[in-house]
């Protein structure tokens, strides 16, 4: 078995015994799912998030609130998608809407207030060109997703999100890690590594997805694959974001 690193892709997602209560995998000759298919779903949910990231940056700072109610309704959702198996297009593309407030909110922050213009729009390049790039670099077969490969990324991942979280612990008590998240070469360093542990998301993804289109998986998981697939972007995207501000502030010392 080879477990992805993504928590909305894992060893049940295309396995026919998660969905014994719908009757849509048993059509198989003319419902399944395919890279394409994926491919259409993703861009469907990239566009969505781009529609309201813009909307909620423009409106910015009166929309300010909404970028609490996209963190903590998108942190929801991919509870309710990941523990109940759900394929529910209305309730991924919900998902999309409130991470583009979430995002659009954010990249206001730091193109306005720690005055970065134009970071949104780099950010969003390097995501899609990183995103490019391992595709060539998956589909040439130069990085395989085996067993050493995952045991790596989940051991790092682990550790980013220990780091995370005594962050998040530390900015209610008042403390922080040292050197980690500043803008000095110890914190781009930092930043540079988790980039790299999300491009080999992107690989885990890659080959959980292909494996689903082997196996006969039923269209109707077209979206799921779609929004585990989002969830590791929009992660690039905010660590890219982050990683550009803190470049940006070094240079300005």
Not at 9 to 15: A, E, G, I, W, Y
Not at 166 to 188: E, R, T
Request: aromatic content about 12%.
């Amino acid at each position: 078995m080879y477990r992805s690193s993504n928590p909305a892709l894992n060893d049940s997602t295309f396995q026919k015994s998660s969905y014994n209560k719908r009757n849509w995998w048993e059509d198989v000759e003319s419902n399944l799912m395919t890279i394409e298919g994926v491919s259409e779903k993703t861009g469907i949910l990239l566009l969505i998030t781009a529609i309201t990231a813009l909307v909620t940056a423009f409106s910015m700072p009166q929309s300010a609130p909404l970028i609490f109610i996209g963190a903590i309704g998108g942190f929801v959702i991919v509870l309710i998608v990941v523990f109940s198996q759900s394929t529910n297009p209305m309730l991924i593309c919900t998902y999309a809407a409130f991470e583009g407030l979430f995002i659009g909110g954010i990249t206001w922050y730091f193109e306005v207030l720690l005055d970065i213009p134009g970071i949104g729009i780099l950010a969003a390049l390097l995501t899609f060109m990183i995103l490019g790039a391992m595709i060539i670099i998956y589909r040439a077969g130069l990085i395989r997703w085996d067993r050493n490969t995952r045991i790596a990324v989940m051991s790092s991942l682990f550790a980013i999100l220990l780091i995370y979280l005594i962050s998040f612990i530390g900015a209610i008590f008042g403390f922080q890690i040292p050197l980690i998240h500043s803008a000095g070469p110890v914190g781009i360093l930092f930043s540079l590594f988790v980039i790299g542990i999300g491009a080999l998301c992107l690989v885990a993804d890659f080959d959980f997805i292909e494996r689903g289109v082997q196996m006969g998986a039923p269209k109707q998981l077209e979206w799921r694959a779609a929004f585990g697939l989002m969830v590791t972007l929009i992660w690039l995207y905010i660590e890219i974001l982050e990683l550009l501000a803190k470049i940006a502030i070094s240079s300005r010392r």
